[in-house]
Protein backbone atom coordinates (compact mmCIF):
# COMPACT_ATOMS: atom_id res chain seq x y z
CA UNK A 1 0.00 0.00 0.00
CA UNK A 2 1.42 3.09 -0.78
CA UNK A 3 1.17 5.79 1.18
CA UNK A 4 2.64 9.47 1.64
CA UNK A 5 3.14 11.51 4.36
CA UNK A 6 3.15 14.99 4.83
CA UNK A 7 4.51 16.94 8.20
CA UNK A 8 6.02 20.37 9.26
CA UNK A 9 3.59 22.47 8.69
CA UNK A 10 2.95 25.19 11.37
CA UNK A 11 2.42 28.89 12.05
CA UNK A 12 4.86 30.93 11.49
CA UNK A 13 5.17 34.87 10.77
CA UNK A 14 5.43 36.14 8.14
CA UNK A 15 9.30 36.49 6.83
CA UNK A 16 9.61 33.02 8.53
CA UNK A 17 10.65 29.26 7.38
CA UNK A 18 9.49 25.93 7.59
CA UNK A 19 10.50 22.85 6.13
CA UNK A 20 8.20 20.42 5.13
CA UNK A 21 8.84 16.62 4.67
CA UNK A 22 7.05 13.94 2.40
CA UNK A 23 7.52 10.73 3.69
CA UNK A 24 6.91 8.11 1.11
CA UNK A 25 5.92 4.31 1.89
CA UNK A 26 5.03 1.09 -0.68
CA UNK A 27 6.96 2.93 -3.41
CA UNK A 28 10.94 2.99 -4.33
CA UNK A 29 10.86 7.36 -4.35
CA UNK A 30 13.82 6.91 -6.83
CA UNK A 31 11.89 6.08 -9.18
CA UNK A 32 9.20 8.82 -9.40
CA UNK A 33 8.56 12.41 -9.59
CA UNK A 34 7.67 14.21 -6.64
CA UNK A 35 5.35 17.58 -6.58
CA UNK A 36 4.15 19.58 -4.13
CA UNK A 37 0.71 21.60 -3.97
CA UNK A 38 -1.08 23.64 -2.22
CA UNK A 39 -4.73 24.55 -1.60
CA UNK A 40 -6.06 27.66 -0.08
CA UNK A 41 -9.43 28.39 1.58
CA UNK A 42 -12.10 29.47 -1.35
CA UNK A 43 -9.02 28.05 -4.01
CA UNK A 44 -8.45 25.34 -6.32
CA UNK A 45 -5.21 23.43 -6.04
CA UNK A 46 -1.89 25.45 -7.06
CA UNK A 47 1.58 23.46 -8.28
CA UNK A 48 4.22 25.14 -6.77
CA UNK A 49 7.38 22.69 -6.94
CA UNK A 50 8.12 19.55 -8.51
CA UNK A 51 11.29 17.37 -8.88
CA UNK A 52 12.27 14.70 -11.25
CA UNK A 53 13.38 11.28 -10.56
CA UNK A 54 15.23 11.41 -13.85
CA UNK A 55 18.41 14.15 -13.63
CA UNK A 56 16.80 16.23 -10.55
CA UNK A 57 15.88 19.29 -12.41
CA UNK A 58 13.06 20.95 -10.86
CA UNK A 59 10.32 23.66 -11.80
CA UNK A 60 8.75 26.92 -9.43
CA UNK A 61 5.68 28.01 -9.81
CA UNK A 62 6.49 32.15 -9.86
CA UNK A 63 4.77 33.00 -6.69
CA UNK A 64 7.24 30.91 -4.77
CA UNK A 65 10.37 31.15 -7.03
CA UNK A 66 13.44 32.06 -4.99
CA UNK A 67 11.32 31.34 -1.74
CA UNK A 68 10.83 27.62 -1.95
CA UNK A 69 13.17 24.67 -2.59
CA UNK A 70 12.76 21.59 -3.49
CA UNK A 71 14.79 18.81 -2.49
CA UNK A 72 14.64 14.75 -2.23
CA UNK A 73 16.66 12.05 -0.19
CA UNK A 74 16.32 8.65 -2.46
CA UNK A 75 17.70 6.38 0.43
CA UNK A 76 15.46 7.23 3.17
CA UNK A 77 12.31 7.49 0.66
CA UNK A 78 11.53 11.32 1.94
CA UNK A 79 10.80 14.53 -0.14
CA UNK A 80 11.00 18.32 1.34
CA UNK A 81 9.78 21.69 0.82
CA UNK A 82 12.05 24.48 2.42
CA UNK A 83 10.00 27.37 2.47
CA UNK A 84 12.01 30.82 3.25
CA UNK A 85 10.46 34.49 3.40
CA UNK A 86 7.03 33.78 3.76
CA UNK A 87 4.43 35.24 3.42
CA UNK A 88 0.42 35.53 4.61
CA UNK A 89 -0.34 34.44 0.70
CA UNK A 90 1.28 30.92 1.41
CA UNK A 91 -1.33 30.20 3.90
CA UNK A 92 -2.57 26.88 2.89
CA UNK A 93 -2.96 23.03 3.37
CA UNK A 94 0.26 21.76 1.11
CA UNK A 95 0.09 18.34 -0.71
CA UNK A 96 2.56 16.21 -1.63
CA UNK A 97 2.17 13.96 -4.80
CA UNK A 98 4.06 11.31 -6.50
CA UNK A 99 3.90 10.39 -10.07
CA UNK A 100 5.76 7.57 -11.79
CA UNK A 101 6.09 9.48 -15.12
CA UNK A 102 5.92 13.02 -15.83
CA UNK A 103 7.00 14.16 -19.81
CA UNK A 104 8.97 17.14 -18.41
CA UNK A 105 8.96 18.81 -14.90
CA UNK A 106 7.47 21.67 -15.48
CA UNK A 107 4.20 19.86 -16.58
CA UNK A 108 4.79 18.47 -13.07
CA UNK A 109 2.44 21.42 -11.86
CA UNK A 110 -0.80 20.02 -13.20
CA UNK A 111 -2.48 17.63 -10.32
CA UNK A 112 -3.79 15.44 -13.15
CA UNK A 113 0.28 14.18 -13.36
CA UNK A 114 0.18 12.52 -10.06
CA UNK A 115 -0.70 8.94 -8.67
CA UNK A 116 -0.31 9.16 -5.27
CA UNK A 117 -1.30 12.37 -3.24
CA UNK A 118 -0.52 12.68 0.59
CA UNK A 119 -3.01 14.33 3.46
CA UNK A 120 -1.47 17.53 3.61
CA UNK A 121 -1.05 19.71 6.38
CA UNK A 122 -1.78 23.31 7.29
CA UNK A 123 0.97 26.33 6.74
CA UNK A 124 -0.73 29.19 8.39
CA UNK A 125 1.87 32.70 7.73
CA UNK A 126 0.07 35.09 10.33
CA UNK A 127 1.45 38.06 12.38
Known amino acids: QVQLVESGGDLVQPGGSLRLSCKVS????????IGWFRQAPGKGREGVSC????????FYSDSVKGRFTISRDNDNNVAYLEMNDLRPEDTAVYYC????????????????????WGQGTQVTVSS
Open 51 to 58: ISSVDGST
Open 26 to 33: GLILHYYF
Open 97 to 116: AAARAIWSVEAGQYANEYDY
